[in-house]
């Protein structure tokens, strides 16, 4: 029984491809004598003539790896593609280590712990790149004597 015809005008019909087109073996004789896209149209109302579901990828094992990334794991050297400056860049990295130091300097300055003179000199070294991080500020005021230590 060729029921080529008949799959296509369905498949058409129905908007998927011919593949997906599912018609019941037990109607196979009232589907070959469908002729005209009418006869199409009254069975896949019927239900003799079906659109099958489209397949899907399950998504289980990415919200598994999500979770996993989520905990910190998975992100060793072998995971990484790009180079450093890819995963943060470097204006990020830069951005990430400046800004806390210089609202520590403002703050310095607010609380008269060093006058405005020193804080122009020490924002002129951070922007330089000498303190890395709050911390390190800290140690070298505290070494210049600049800053008493609680």
């Given at each position: 029984?060729?029921?080529?015809?008949?799959?296509?005008?369905?498949?058409?019909?129905?908007?998927?491809?011919?593949?997906?087109?599912?018609?019941?073996?037990?109607?196979?004789?009232?589907?070959?004598?469908?002729?005209?896209?009418?006869?199409?149209?009254?069975?896949?109302?019927?239900?003799?003539?079906?659109?099958?579901?489209?397949?899907?990828?399950?998504?289980?094992?990415?919200?598994?790896?999500?979770?996993?990334?989520?905990?910190?794991?998975?992100?060793?050297?072998?995971?990484?593609?790009?180079?450093?400056?890819?995963?943060?860049?470097?204006?990020?990295?830069?951005?990430?280590t400046i800004r806390p130091v210089r609202s520590q300097l403002r703050?310095?300055?607010?609380?008269?712990?060093?006058?405005?003179?020193?804080?122009?000199?020490?924002?002129?070294?951070?922007?330089?790149?000498?303190?890395?991080?709050k911390a390190r500020l800290k140690a070298q005021l505290i070494s210049?004597?600049?800053?008493?230590?609680?």
């Amino acid at each position: 029984m060729d029921l080529r015809n008949q799959r296509r005008l369905a498949s058409e019909i129905l908007g998927c491809g011919e593949n997906r087109v599912w018609i019941d073996p037990t109607r196979m004789e009232d589907v070959a004598e469908a002729i005209t896209r009418n006869d199409v149209r009254r069975l896949i109302n019927d239900k003799a003539i079906k659109a099958k579901q489209k397949k899907g990828v399950s998504r289980s094992r990415a919200r598994y790896i999500q979770g996993q990334r989520r905990k910190g794991k998975r992100r060793g050297h072998g995971s990484r593609k790009g180079g450093k400056g890819a995963r943060t860049p470097q204006k990020r990295a830069w951005i990430g280590t400046i800004r806390p130091v210089r609202s520590q300097l403002r703050e310095y300055r607010d609380q008269g712990k060093i006058d405005s003179a020193t804080y122009r000199r020490l924002y002129r070294r951070a922007k330089g790149g000498m303190y890395r991080s709050k911390a390190r500020l800290k140690a070298q005021l505290i070494s210049e004597g600049l800053l008493k230590e609680k």
